[in-house]
């Protein structure tokens, strides 16, 4: 159990921006925390969720919405939307693998990583403002959870990049038992379970979309660079994250 504890606190340090103390790097470690990104999920999309019940309380529903986009986006530290600029810019600007992993080395942001980022966070924002008020923090939760058990599958699936002396210095996750991808993917699906529950049992159709995700994304990453890199993994959660909304008002439309 005590272990356990270590692997969760490893994640936490890791993927979010909350202090944890006394754990010591080792890539085992990291690699096998990653079987809790999904948990970190809950945490993230439970509190994007909180703030945007307690603003909802005050203010419109537009700004209540923005305020929970930026307190997640403060609690990763944008980690994930910094990934998924680094991969526009590097998919947009490179033609060969040594070029692609250069362009993500560079902490500068260019044209396709501006424009990415705007697109994705714009996309988020009108999908949220979309769904019904009552529903926004269940699908936040969800949406998070989920989300990320798509770049954990990710891991599982595919292969590092192994680029590491000209890709940029990231931690992440290597490689994944099929133990610990079980256990991942049970803490991703549980919310869109309960999401299901709560309102409806077609919500769970939302699992189809990330075989396709996580397909294209790692033939494309594998094709180019040979692999996933954590900037890589970045851009399949926010993808991920984008697809999952989109899917939720899909199919509210037709219940």
Request: net charge neutral; glycine share 10%.
């Amino acid at each position: 159990m005590k272990k356990q504890w270590i692997l969760f606190l490893t994640s936490i340090m890791f993927y979010t921006r909350i202090p944890v103390k006394n754990i010591e790097y080792s890539e085992e470690l990291l690699n096998r925390s990653t079987r809790y990104f999904p948990l970190i999920g809950w945490i993230v999309g439970g509190f994007g969720a909180l703030v945007f019940f307690a603003c909802s309380f005050i203010l419109p529903l537009s700004i209540s919405v923005i305020f929970s986009m930026i307190g997640t986006i403060l609690l990763t530290g944008a980690f994930h939307e910094d990934g998924l600029a680094d991969s526009c810019d590097a998919f947009g600007g490179g033609w060969t693998k040594e070029k692609i992993l250069e362009i993500m080395k560079d902490s500068r942001i260019g044209t396709y990583g501006s424009v990415g980022l705007i697109l994705i966070l714009s996309t988020k924002y009108f999908c949220l403002t979309s769904v019904m008020v009552e529903q926004i923090p269940f699908v936040l939760f969800a949406g998070h959870a989920l989300s990320r058990y798509s770049a954990t599958g990710m891991i599982f699936f595919s292969e590092y990049a192994r680029a590491d002396a000209s890709s940029k210095t990231k931690p992440v996750g290597k490689s994944l038992s099929a133990g610990d991808n079980m256990i991942a993917f049970i803490f991703g699906t549980t919310p869109l379970l309960l999401l299901s529950i709560n309102y409806s049992y077609w919500y769970l159709l939302i699992l189809i979309t990330i075989v396709p995700i996580i397909y294209f994304l790692k033939r494309s990453f594998e094709k180019w660079i040979g692999g996933f890199t954590g900037d890589g993994l970045g851009a399949t959660q926010q993808v991920s994250e984008i697809v999952f909304y989109l899917a939720f008002i899909i199919i509210s439309n037709f219940i």
